[in-house]
């Protein structure tokens, strides 16, 4: 790939995720490189009333795009090159993400193929060869191995009622193809706070990676909290049992490991916490398979995604931080936006690419009103400061609240896949003191639309086992609730008193009346489980953390307690962590 200094230079200047596009379809495995340098994604697009395959191209490191219709219905879509032969390779199965990749395939009998070319992408010179008549779902781009010739494919299959990750192995350069099947993870089960199931994901789409011992790491998701981890010391012929990870919490999200070449690994997911579970008997617009677990009612962990480096194959890990926050979170039709498409709005599911200057291209998210493209330097992961003064809006924070909506999946009579509607809680209004500048205010607003009136703000920083927080504030009416965390909550989850390790309820009366604004200070130490609060620099209060966060605190929840109306509320002017 050839950049010009102009192109080189724009390249360095990025730091923070900077969207640059929006893929034309949801990310799983359809970005690609040419040998030419060329970046595609591959997707589809509506034309003269049908969907028309298309893919999104870069020909300057991603920094800008053009969308090029595919004419011919047999040319290759997205392959991976052998690093032994030069060859392209993917591998499909019929009728599951093969119409964008290769529709010809969708002719062929049910099963799983590995398509070859020696041109890739593009081209229409291919191979097909059937290697399975399994129902694998899902299937990932192959991956080669470093420390031998050998491909490693990851999908999932139905096993014995439960979704169970699958590896496919080859040994010759992706002509035959084995397959090994793992152990699957528990069922969810509900247990307080939950009244009801979980979708019984099990484990599925798993993620692998190759670490710089030659030892493998697969990461799956689950309707656990948390992804499980799975190891393979001997090229993946055998897997330890599934294992929670100490680290990675996420419910029903897709999990991507991705190796940097100067060996070190990112992690993309999403952070974040679902509202526990309702009693599905109180929802009549279910149906039983939706009840039982079979299906999901709402999603409402999917508006926040992350990433996370390490230097020492995934002993330790750094940064923890948002890579984006979903741009129609706070919609009011956010079931029905741009639905036409794809009914899921998020800005779950990944791939990336890593581009010159040691720079990443990370395409995530479902439906064109969520999933975005950025470019992003994995510096940012290494900050360990963040300050917010409200001076670009919210656009930094999580506020939004759910109006009482239709629960369920696909039916017909309303759009939307297990999606409520959405509105501002916590708004920016003019500064109480007078001064021409906004802060952020939390009240309570009597609204029986709302699935629950309670206000909050959840911000994310750079993830510390040791540092401290400071909020500059005014308490108006009710108590506020400041919760430090390793994950995103939901801004009205009240479960947060409960799950967050550290979660303290702040008062009027605990402030001075002079000056105008007061400071909270949380300073803490996680391997001394201890946290001291100060109030305008002054000692306040220590208490004890309650769990562990292996890999530190990394979101700061703030939220109005008032049990009934509060238009008074607390007004936040600036937040920092250091």
Do not use: M
């Given at each position: 790939m050839r950049l010009s200094q102009r192109d080189r230079a724009q390249l360095r200047g990025i730091v923070a995720p900077e969207v640059v596009a929006v893929p034309p379809g949801n990310p799983h495995r359809?970005?690609?490189?040419?040998?030419?340098?060329?970046?595609?994604?591959?997707?589809?697009?509506?034309?003269?009333?049908?969907?028309?395959?298309?893919?999104?191209?870069s020909r300057d490191a991603g920094l800008s795009w053009k969308t090029h219709l595919v004419a011919d219905d047999e040319e290759n879509g997205p392959m991976v090159r052998s690093p032994w032969s030069g060859d392209f390779i993917t591998v499909l199965r019929t009728r599951n993400y093969s119409v964008l990749s290769l529709p010809a395939l969708n002719r062929e009998p049910d099963g799983v193929y590995v398509i070859r070319s020696a041109h890739g992408p593009g081209s229409t010179e291919h191979a097909l060869r059937k290697i399975s008549d399994s129902a694998l779902l899902d299937v990932r781009q192959p991956i080669p191995m470093r420390s031998r010739q050998r491909w490693l494919c990851t999908a999932q299959k139905w096993e014995q009622g439960a979704l169970t990750p699958v590896v496919l192995l080859s040994d010759d350069d992706g002509v035959h193809w084995r397959e090994v099947t793992l152990a699957s993870v528990a069922p969810h089960v509900p247990t307080p706070p939950h009244q009801g199931v979980r979708w019984q994901q099990y484990s599925c789409e798993p993620s692998v990676i190759e670490l710089g011992s030659g030892r493998l790491l697969l990461i799956s998701r689950t309707s656990q909290d948390v992804h499980y981890v799975y190891t393979s010391e001997d090229g993946g012929e055998t897997w330890t049992p599934p294992a929670p990870s100490p680290f990675f919490h996420a419910t029903t999200t897709m999990p991507t490991l991705f190796r940097l070449r100067d060996g070190r690994i990112l992690f993309f997911?999403?952070?974040?916490?679902?509202?526990?579970?309702?009693?599905?008997?109180?929802?009549?617009?279910?149906?039983?398979?939706?009840?039982?677990?079979?299906?999901?009612?709402?999603?409402?962990?999917?508006?926040?995604?992350?990433?996370?480096?390490?230097?020492?194959d995934g002993q330790t890990w750094r940064g923890f931080r948002e890579i984006h926050l979903n741009e129609v979170r706070n919609h009011a039709d956010f079931r029905s936006i741009r639905s036409g498409e794809c009914n899921d709005k998020s800005v779950h599911q990944f791939e990336a690419l890593e581009l010159p200057e040691g720079k990443v291209l990370l395409a995530f998210g479902q439906a064109p009103s969520s999933r975005r493209m950025v470019i992003f330097d994995p510096r940012w992961l290494y900050e360990t400061e963040r300050q917010e003064d409200f001076r670009e809006g919210l656009v930094n924070l999580s506020t939004h609240v759910y109006v009482r909506s239709l629960s369920g999946g696909h039916r017909a009579g309303f759009?939307?896949?297990?999606?409520?509607?959405?509105?501002?809680?916590?708004?920016?209004?003019?500064?109480?003191?007078?001064?021409?500048?906004?802060?952020?205010?939390?009240?309570?607003?009597?609204?029986?639309?709302?699935?629950?009136?309670?206000?909050?703000?959840?911000?994310?920083?750079?993830?510390?086992?040791?540092?401290?927080?400071s909020i500059a504030l005014r308490i108006a009416g009710a108590d506020l609730r400041v919760s430090l965390t390793d994950r995103w909550f939901n801004p009205i989850d009240v479960a947060i008193?409960?799950?967050?390790?550290?979660?303290?309820?702040?008062?009027?009366?605990?402030?001075?009346?002079?000056?105008?604004?007061?400071?909270?200070?949380?300073?803490?130490?996680?391997?001394?489980?201890?946290?001291?609060?100060?109030?305008?620099?002054?000692?306040?209060?220590?208490?004890?953390?309650?769990?562990?966060?292996?890999?530190?605190?990394?979101?700061?929840h703030l939220q109005n307690t008032a049990p009934a109306a509060d238009a008074d509320g607390i007004f936040i002017r600036r937040l920092e962590k250091r």
């Open positions: 359809d970005l690609c490189q040419l040998p030419n340098g060329e970046i595609r994604f591959y997707g589809q697009r509506r034309l003269d009333h049908r969907w028309q395959r298309c893919y999104l191209a997911w999403c952070n974040t916490q679902p509202l526990p579970e309702l009693d599905h008997a109180t929802q009549p617009e279910l149906s039983e398979e939706e009840r039982r677990g079979v299906w999901e009612d709402v999603f409402t962990n999917r508006d926040a995604c992350h990433a996370a480096i390490s230097g020492d759009s939307g896949h297990c999606a409520w509607n959405r509105t501002h809680g916590a708004l920016l209004v003019p500064s109480p003191d007078g001064k021409r500048d906004e802060v952020l205010h939390l009240t309570r607003i009597r609204d029986p639309r709302l699935f629950s009136e309670v206000q909050g703000a959840v911000w994310n920083f750079p993830a510390a086992r040791c540092g401290a927080v008193a409960d799950l967050a390790q550290l979660s303290v309820v702040l008062s009027k009366g605990a402030l001075p009346a002079e000056p105008f604004w007061a400071t909270l200070g949380v300073q803490w130490d996680l391997d001394a489980r201890r946290a001291t609060l100060t109030v305008n620099d002054r000692p306040f209060a220590s208490c004890d953390l309650r769990a562990e966060a292996p890999a530190g605190f990394s979101y700061l």
